[in-house]
């Protein structure tokens, strides 16, 4: 999500500009219908990840006995709860929760992105926002997703209310991607500054978001189970929508309430691996130096629950339930795609040109070769959860329209000043791949979005592309290749065809990644 924020009508209302706004050629364009159900679809991946439908799958509470369930666990609420949260999702996760949990709710603190209140009031998201005279507090800041003073005001205030609690108490912890940024408290001496230039400098030589998060706990008093810890004696229950792949409590948002596996020698190697041992301020050599082998220390999270309520995969199982009620025969292919966009827009190239040809008559069917080149490629991108055999299995037997379902986070290596996001970039990338292809009896259309709605530094979430993308945009005058090499994808999408390939949400509310669409319809 990017520094600006800005929100369109909300997903479940008046989710998206029509995509089907174009004149009439466009709406002579094969793909067209299959964009209105790619729309459908992506809606519903995001629809299902909402702060009030999430809360209301994982609390319920008995408003007689004062009973709260929390899955299979159950706590009684006699005015003991209390309520504290950090991340991009966590204003509407807290305006759930807090409907949801009424008079039993004492207190609350959360620390929520800069200018997230008046953005989803703008754009009249109510369900989004906090009654006014809510017991929540709210702080607001981490301005480009960075740790500053007003991020630690608000990790202060929630170290606060957390070490003031009892064994009586229980603790709701919401917790969502953006955390890190949004709770830093470094360990003294280490300041504020210090930390966030290691943060920055990490991240811009390509630590991933597992380095990254290992030092963050490292330096944190907070993160890596120190959340936890503060409220200790009182029971804590935290309710975690994952940002990232696998679903890793212990990664997400740095593991607050997660007792950190690291140790100082971990952290070295990864100082280490990005060129960054030898420059350490000397704070932070302190703090290594003190911390023992499990900053804070693993029985100290006995009282704790965590629960991942919301995911990528949790959301593409939805969308595949979506895509059977349309018709389709639907596969979750993998909730874990990661790995270089180009790789991964050649793998989806290469699978729609096999599976389309699974779905043809005899005759048209891909070569071996091709079949094998997808096995290869598949393999080289090491997916761990990649049911490839089993989707082909299941074009094979399908006869009719096909949906493949995939999610997770691909990295782009910027080439340019140009403007654009993970998204839209590996669509159009996608699209090139397609129109390699001689376009056999079936329509093709690939959708890229992300589901918190914003795509990069962009007003999109993402966009759709058909096989004959690069040859109608060649009419009009654009070449797919040199957008692709300036970084330039939404400005692509802007120009061609009037920006009706564009997906436009608003931020969403929630937070799960990227979700992947594949459609194929025999005609
Ligand atoms: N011109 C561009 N073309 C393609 N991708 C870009 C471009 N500029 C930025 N990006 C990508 O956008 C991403 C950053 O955008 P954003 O702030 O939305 O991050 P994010 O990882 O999606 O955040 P969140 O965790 O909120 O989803 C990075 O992956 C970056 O490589
Ligand atoms: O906050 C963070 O650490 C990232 O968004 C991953 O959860």
């Not at 966030?196 to 990254?212: D, S, V, Y």
């Not at 997770?408 to 699209?431: C, D, F, I, W, Y």
């Not at 001689?438 to 795509?455: E, I, M, R």
């Amino acid at each position: 999500m990017a520094a600006v924020l800005q929100v369109l009508p909300c997903v479940a209302r008046a989710p998206f500009r029509p995509l089907l706004s174009g004149g009439p050629v466009v709406r002579q364009a094969s793909g067209m219908a299959l964009a209105e159900q790619a729309q459908q679809l992506f809606e519903s991946t995001v629809g299902a990840m909402l702060p009030g439908p999430m809360l209301h799958r994982a609390l319920s509470l008995d408003p007689g006995s004062g009973l709260l369930k929390v899955r299979d666990r159950s706590f009684q609420l006699r005015q003991n709860l209390h309520l504290v949260g950090f991340g991009k999702a966590v204003l509407g996760m807290a305006a759930a929760a807090e409907e949801l949990l009424g008079q039993h709710l004492v207190q609350g603190v959360i620390s929520v992105p800069k200018g997230i209140r008046a953005a989803m009031e703008h754009a009249g998201k109510q369900e989004m926002l906090l009654k006014p005279h809510s017991r929540v507090q709210v702080f607001e800041g981490a301005e480009d997703n960075l740790p500053d003073r007003d991020a630690l005001r608000a990790a202060l205030a929630i170290r606060q209310l957390a070490e003031g609690l009892t064994a009586d108490d229980l603790l709701l912890v919401l917790i969502s991607g953006g955390g890190s940024a949004l709770l830093p408290a470094p360990i003294p001496p280490v300041t504020l500054e210090e930390k966030q230039t290691l943060t920055k400098l990490l991240a811009a030589r390509g630590a991933n978001i597992q380095e990254l998060n290992t030092i963050r706990k490292a330096l944190s008093q907070l993160k890596g189970g120190g959340l936890a810890q503060a409220a200790y004696p009182a029971q804590v229950v935290s309710l975690i929508l994952s940002d990232v792949v696998g679903d890793p409590v212990e990664v997400i948002a740095s593991g607050p309430t997660v007792a950190s596996v690291h140790n100082v020698q971990d952290c070295l190697h990864i100082l280490n691996r990005y060129g960054l041992r030898a420059a350490l301020p000397r704070s932070v050599k302190t703090v290594l130096a003190r911390a023992d082998s499990d900053p804070h220390g693993p029985h100290t999270c006995g009282h704790v629950l965590n629960v991942i309520i919301g995911s990528n995969a949790l959301a593409l199982a939805e969308a595949q339930q979506r895509a059977e009620a349309l018709g389709y025969r639907a596969v979750v292919l993998s909730a874990a795609i990661q790995g270089d966009v180009k790789s991964v827009a050649q793998f989806y190239g290469l699978l729609a040109r096999v599976a389309g040809a699974h779905l043809t008559p005899p005759g048209t069917a891909a070569s071996v070769e091709q079949e094998e080149q997808l096995h290869q490629l598949a393999a080289e991108l090491q997916l761990p959860d990649l049911q490839l055999k089993e989707a082909l299995e299941t074009v094979v037997g399908a006869g009719g329209p096909i949906c493949l379902l995939a999610g997770g986070e691909p990295t782009v290596q910027l080439q340019g000043s140009g403007k654009g996001g993970r998204n839209q970039e590996l669509a159009l990338r996608v699209g090139a791949e397609l129109g390699r292809w001689p376009p056999g009896p079936v329509d093709v259309l690939f959708l890229s979005g992300g589901t918190d709605g914003q795509d990069g530094p962009t007003e999109a979430a993402g966009a759709w592309v058909v096989p004959e993308l690069a040859s109608q945009a060649a009419a009009e005058g654009l070449d797919v290749a040199s957008f692709l090499s300036r970084s330039d994808s939404h400005t692509f999408f802007r120009c061609f065809r009037g920006g009706v390939h564009l997906l436009h949400t608003g931020l969403t509310g929630t937070n799960v990644m990227d979700a992947h669409l594949l459609l194929l319809r025999p005609r």
